[in-house]
């Protein structure tokens, strides 16, 4: 949910012009309310299943499943609508609309796990399996350290960290994050141009299924990350212990990723948010 905030903040008068814009429903349509009004206003368009939406320098900015970015105008003669103004041709899982040095951001995260393994990998996987049987028939008594015919496995943290990740159902390995610039060229066919963005410079992003936003870097907060929570609360009742295990702070400058805190915390309830 997004809002456009009230001009002018007192305890007596209100900015009649105020707007929300909700994504919800089965299909996560983009709906409308005005102050006074009292019904939701749909806003049609082709493409559905919206994921963020953000208001930005006076209008408000939506993104589908498929990186399809609209602007939307409730004032339009032939009613509400929303206009593509960009396309990321992609669909990498969760995407945010992040505002960051004046900017907007268009953020997708970069998914791994069982649900996103294709075909190939599987095979490769079983194909991996069968060598290392081959090798060990071949090699009964390598890697047996103290004599007794059992082979002793010697694994550090990072091993079984990443065991666990392909155990997993889904989990973060990155970031892909996009800047619209106005583009004004001729042939293009959309207002907006997606631009590659490398670094945040001494900003930090927290995204999540509440409201993302960029701030500055600070004692606390690590400068060019991205800071990001277990939002996929469609697949918490699946999981065991609820959501939560794909949390972390990804570093833009070095692609590594590192725990936020030591310990679990999961739910089946809601998905964790930002509280800045």
Not at 44 to 56: E, L
Request: with cysteine; glycine share 8%.
């Amino acid at each position: 949910m997004s809002s456009n905030p009230r001009k002018e903040i007192s305890s007596h008068a209100y900015n009649e012009d105020c707007t929300i814009v909700a994504i919800y429903g089965e299909f996560a349509i983009l709906a409308f309310t005005k102050l006074g009004d009292i019904v939701w206003t749909n806003i049609f368009v082709h493409f559905r299943v919206y994921q963020d939406i953000i208001f930005y320098n006076g209008k408000f900015y939506a993104v589908d499943v498929h990186g399809v970015v609209v602007v939307c105008d409730f004032d339009d003669a032939n009613g509400p609508k929303a206009t593509v103004i960009a396309v990321e041709n992609s669909d990498l899982y969760q995407k945010y609309l992040v505002e960051s040095s004046g900017h907007l951001l268009l953020v997708s995260r970069l998914p791994k796990g069982l649900l996103f393994d294709d075909d190939d990998d599987v095979e490769e996987e079983e194909d991996d399996v069968s060598d290392e049987e081959e090798g060990d028939d071949n090699e009964d008594d390598k890697g047996d350290v103290d004599g007794d015919d059992n082979v002793d496995e010697v694994k550090d943290a990072e091993d079984i960290d990443k065991e666990e990740e392909k155990k997993a159902r889904y989990y973060t390995t990155g970031f892909s994050v996009l800047r619209l610039d106005e583009c004004h060229e001729e042939g293009n066919n959309y207002a907006y141009r997606l631009t590659e963005v490398t670094s945040l410079g001494d900003r930090a992003l927290f995204l999540g299924s509440n409201v993302s936003t960029s701030i500055a870097s600070s004692e606390c907060i690590k400068p060019n990350c991205i800071y990001f929570t277990d939002d996929n609360c469609e697949l918490y009742l699946d999981e065991p212990g609820g959501g939560g295990h794909d949390m972390g702070i990804f570093n833009m400058e070095d692609g590594t990723i590192q725990l936020n805190y030591a310990g679990e915390s999961r739910s089946y309830i809601s998905p964790p948010l930002w509280c800045i």
